[in-house]
């Protein structure tokens, strides 16, 4: 990136005071950066790969938030291994559904947004307002969205004031929504809600969230082609994230397969159909 810097000396852009916000200062020294400032010639259409189904989950004490593999164009499976929930921070995640790679872009610059923010300030920023961050994102790429790519994150994590998780939902215009207990999106999140409102429980630990999200994913696969199920010839486990007060981890595959292996061997055993 050149912002016309004199050889020994910082471009003129680093010395103009601004807020902490690096997306601003994107978009009033370098807009042809943001993903929200392309747009596709009039009258063209992409098919461009898109994420599927993401969940989160809430436990004593934390989120989980999950999300399958696949990824989809048209009728085609683009993609079966591709990762869709990140940490965002050391305090937060965020899962991503609508047209994948707007939406990864989408979740690096939320990434370097909130570390921007953290060396500017010194100081986290809170959980709303790293959610309230992601919707104004969200915002500026709804040109993108009127033309067909939209992107539509799920946000979760642990709030340190709170000492809770939180779930946060977004539709293409930016409206941010608190969700309680669980919630899911994409193509798929239809079953995987109403798998979510049998299976969940309030007061439950990690481990049963975690079972909670496997399940639910498991569900939602099961009745939407969308929406890759865990396969167990490849070993392509759904990704699992957990943050609490000791911050935002990955649930490794080697905890993620016995899961798995449980929920199969008792629907195998009923007779589930």
């Known amino acids: 990136m050149s912002l016309g810097a004199d050889s020994g000396r910082l471009p003129a852009a680093y010395l103009v005071p601004g807020s902490s916000s690096f997306t601003e200062f994107l978009a009033a020294h370098v807009p042809g950066l943001l993903p929200s400032r392309r747009s596709l010639p009039a009258g063209a259409a992409l098919e461009a790969p898109h994420g599927t189904t993401i969940l989160a989950v809430t436990f004593d004490g934390g989120v989980v938030m999950a ?19 990140f940490a965002t921070d050391e305090y937060s995640l965020v899962g991503i559904a609508g047209t994948a790679g707007l939406a ?3 979740v690096r610059l939320f990434q370097v947004e909130l570390e921007h923010y953290e060396k500017i300030e010194g100081t986290l920023m809170s959980l709303e307002g790293k959610a309230n961050r992601l919707a104004s994102m969200i915002r500026g790429n709804l040109g993108m969205a009127m033309q067909g790519l939209s992107v539509v994150p799920m946000f979760a994590g642990y709030d340190l004031e709170e000492r809770q998780g939180r779930i946060f939902s977004y539709d293409v215009t930016g ?14 999140s239809l079953f995987a809600r109403g798998a979510l409102k049998k299976l969940y429980r309030r007061g439950g630990d990690a481990d049963a969230a975690v079972r909670v999200a496997v399940e639910a994913l498991y569900d939602a696969a099961d009745d939407d082609s969308a929406t890759g199920g865990p396969d167990v010839g490849r070993r392509i486990w759904p990704t ?5 007060a000791e ?7 080697d905890e993620v397969a016995p899961v798995v292996d449980a929920i199969i061997a008792e629907r195998a055993e009923g007779g589930a159909r």
């Open 175 to 188: 409206g941010c929504y608190e969700e309680h207990d669980h919630h899911s999106v994409g193509s798929g």
């Open 104 to 106: 990864i872009e989408l």
């Open 240 to 244: 699992v994230g957990v943050v609490d």
């Open 67 to 85: 999300g399958d593999r696949r990824a989809t164009m048209g009728n085609i499976i683009a993609n079966r291994d591709m990762e869709k929930v």
């Open 247 to 253: 911050g935002a981890r990955f649930v490794p595959e």
